[in-house]
């Protein structure tokens, strides 16, 4: 299957969801902080890639998934390991506070504001 494809069977799986749930566009940009014009993109598999996990997170959670967006974006998605960056220890952070806490973006933000502060001290202490 190729990438299109992929995409556009997840974006179906959020706008039936979503039509279920009876939400507009509005609404679920409201529920989920996730911009009605990247939904649009999403729903009609205008997106070159899958979104990244915090923002499946924030739409799980608003459409009341419970892990089957993170399933379905992994069975989807084919991996291929060329030629991906290494990941910062922010980024590996986010996307774990993201996928395994109840935690919004907002808060995601928060913890990893306190955890560079707290890195800073120590590094000051060390001085």
Same mark, same amino acid.
């Given at each position: 299957? @190729?990438?299109?494809?992929?995409?556009?069977?997840? /974006?179906? %799986?959020?706008?039936?969801?979503?039509?279920?749930?009876?939400?507009?566009?509005?609404?679920?940009?409201?529920?989920?902080? %996730?911009?009605?014009?990247?939904?649009?993109?999403?729903?009609? /598999?205008?997106?070159?890639?899958?979104?990244?996990?915090?923002?499946?997170?924030?739409?799980?959670?608003?459409?009341?998934?419970?892990? !089957?967006?993170? %399933?379905?974006?992994?069975?989807? *998605? !084919?991996?291929?390991?060329?030629?991906?960056?290494?990941?910062? *220890? !922010?980024?590996?952070?986010?996307?774990?506070?993201?996928?395994?806490?109840?935690?919004?973006? @907002?808060?995601?933000?928060? %913890?990893?504001? *306190?955890?560079?502060?707290?890195?800073?001290?120590?590094?000051?202490?060390?001085?």
């Amino acid at each position: 299957m @190729d990438k299109h494809t992929q995409l556009i069977k997840f /974006g179906t %799986v959020i706008k039936q969801r979503r039509q279920a749930l009876k939400l507009s566009l509005r609404e679920l940009e409201k529920l989920s902080s %996730v911009s009605a014009a990247l939904i649009t993109k999403l729903e009609n /598999g205008k997106m070159a890639n899958f979104p990244k996990a915090i923002t499946i997170k924030q739409l799980s959670d608003a459409l009341k998934f419970n892990d !089957e967006l993170f %399933v379905l974006a992994d069975i989807l *998605f !084919e991996h291929k390991e060329q030629n991906i960056p290494d990941k910062t *220890f !922010e980024d590996e952070l986010r996307e774990i506070l993201a996928t395994r806490t109840t935690l919004n973006s @907002d808060n995601i933000t928060q %913890v990893i504001y *306190f955890i560079s502060g707290l890195e800073k001290l120590q590094k000051m202490k060390n001085i």
